[in-house]
């Protein structure tokens, strides 16, 4: 999974190995030698996950993820420490500072790209889940659409309007949309992973020239793509 990182150590060898193995794991990243240069990199282009040590000078790793834990803008950025500071009662305080991953040096760097990749697996879920509006919400626009496309008729006849090559799984995948499931339950429905359901839904988008599933369900049910 590729993603932004930011890194900010203050031990020049560390930083350049652990950039040059995420880079190498397909991550792009920005390095800092201290909070204060971390955080003008912030400013200049949010990452989507920050890598930090704790015992910096001026501003230690704990006063750096106060500081972004207080900022709107970097409130819910992942953030991982890397540290030789790898006490039970360090990693306490880490975890209540609000860190989301505590990493003790020496570490194994494959563990860390997998933490990394958890970390920005989960938030993508999470941003994913923000944006999908309420199932209930959206069940009930589709059924307003159906409802006012059949009293004009657009929807009385069987063949389609319009002449899209659809595959057999893009037809099942629009039909389920139509019905007005979301990607988790046209997944178990049609047996198959989230993320296959969301490049059926993303190719439906392109195919159709729309950009949202209930602009999706209108052009669908008006042009006879389904019923």
């Known amino acids: 999974m590729a993603g932004h990182l930011l890194l900010v150590d203050d031990e020049p ?19 800092a030698a ?10 200049a282009q949010t990452p989507e996950l920050v890598i930090s040590d704790i015992m910096m000078p001026q501003v230690d790793g704990y006063q750096f993820l106060a500081q972004l834990r207080q900022d709107p803008r ?8 890397l540290t030789a500071r790898g006490m039970t009662t360090d990693r306490i305080q880490g975890y209540q500072a609000g860190v989301d991953a505590y990493l003790p040096k020496p570490f194994d760097p494959d563990e860390l790209v997998a933490i ?11 941003a994913e889940e923000d944006q999908t509006p309420n199932i209930t919400d959206l069940a009930s626009q589709i059924a307003e659409i159906k409802s006012l496309l059949t009293k004009r008729g ?3 006849h069987s063949a389609a309007t319009v002449k899209i090559d659809l595959t057999p799984r893009e037809q099942s995948v629009l039909d389920l949309v139509a019905s007005g499931l979301m990607n988790k339950e046209i997944a178990r429905r049609l047996d198959t992973s989230v993320r296959n359901v969301e490049k059926y839904v993303s190719r439906l988008f392109s195919k159709t020239g729309t950009n949202s599933r ?13 019923s």
């Open 13 to 31: 060898g560390l930083r350049d190995a652990v950039q040059a193995y995420l880079e190498d794991s397909g991550f792009t990243v920005d390095v």
């Open 154 to 156: 657009a929807i009385s």
């Open 116 to 126: 990394v990749s958890n970390l920005l697996g989960r938030r993508a879920t999470t």
């Open 214 to 226: 209930t602009e999706l369900v209108r052009y669908a049910l008006e042009n006879g793509l389904t």
């Open 74 to 81: 970097f409130r819910e950025l992942p953030v991982i420490f």
């Open 34 to 43: 201290n909070a204060q240069d971390g955080w003008q990199l912030l400013e």
